[in-house]
Structures are given as C-alpha cells and as structure tokens.
C-alpha cells in the first residue's frame, strides 16, 4: 500500500505563504496523478488541485486559481502546494491523495489519503 504525510502547515496572517509537501512511501511504483483537497470544519472536503504524474498537466479550482501552485518530484516521491496570498476562507485541514479513478475534481475517485495538516489564516 501507499502512504502519504502531509507537512508544511501552520499559522500565518493573511497575505502570507505556506508551502505544503506530501511525502510518500511504500508502493510508489505507479504512474497516478496526486491531489490536494481541503476541508473547513462543517463544510465537504473540496478539491484544490491535480498534477499528472510527469507534472505536465495540472488543473485547479476556480477559488485557488493564480495564488495556489502544484508541483511534484518523483526523485522524491514527493507532491508540493504552494499557497500565496492567502485568506482566511483558506483555513481549512489539507489533504494530499492518489487519483485511482477517472474524475479528478472528486474527492471519492481518491485513494490513500495523508492524515493531513492544519492551515489557519488569520485577519
């Protein structure tokens, strides 16, 4: 199986930046894309972005679109999210995951989800 450790969250105010990494390890062996989701507390967990597995191809959401950046580094098995200007409807858990199925933009088309880590923005 697959395991994957998000890292990278924290405090920051708003405007700031974080860059979050999900590491993963044991079968790493395969050519899926990855995802980042995130979920507020009350509210579904959305998706954030998508990379295919040689980083050639990368979708978003509309509402992280030109602020937030994915990126990957097979060497280390390893998923990044830079997060720019950041607000505070940004706080939320982040979730790295492995697309197993067909739609990227839903989170049930995901496996082996990472425990996550907190990112709260504050005003």
């Known amino acids: 199986q697959v395991q994957l450790v998000e890292s990278g969250g924290g405090l920051v105010q708003a405007g700031g930046s974080l860059k979050l990494s999900c590491a993963a390890s044991?079968?790493?062996?395969?050519?899926?894309?990855m995802g980042w989701f995130r979920q507020a507390p009350g509210k579904e967990r959305d998706f954030v972005a998508v990379?295919?597995?040689?980083?050639?191809?990368?979708f978003y959401a509309d509402s992280v679109k030109g602020r937030f950046t994915i990126s990957r580094d097979n060497a280390k098995d390893t998923v990044y999210l830079q997060m720019n200007s950041l607000k505070p409807e940004d706080t939320a858990v982040y979730y790295c995951?492995?697309?197993?199925?067909?739609?990227?933009?839903?989170?049930?088309?995901?496996?082996?989800w990472g425990q996550g880590t907190q990112v709260t923005v504050s005003s």
């Open positions: 995951a492995v697309l197993t199925g067909s739609s990227w933009s839903d989170s049930n088309e995901y496996d082996y």
């Open positions: 044991g079968r790493t062996d395969t050519n899926d894309p």
């Open positions: 990379i295919s597995w040689s980083g050639s191809s990368s």
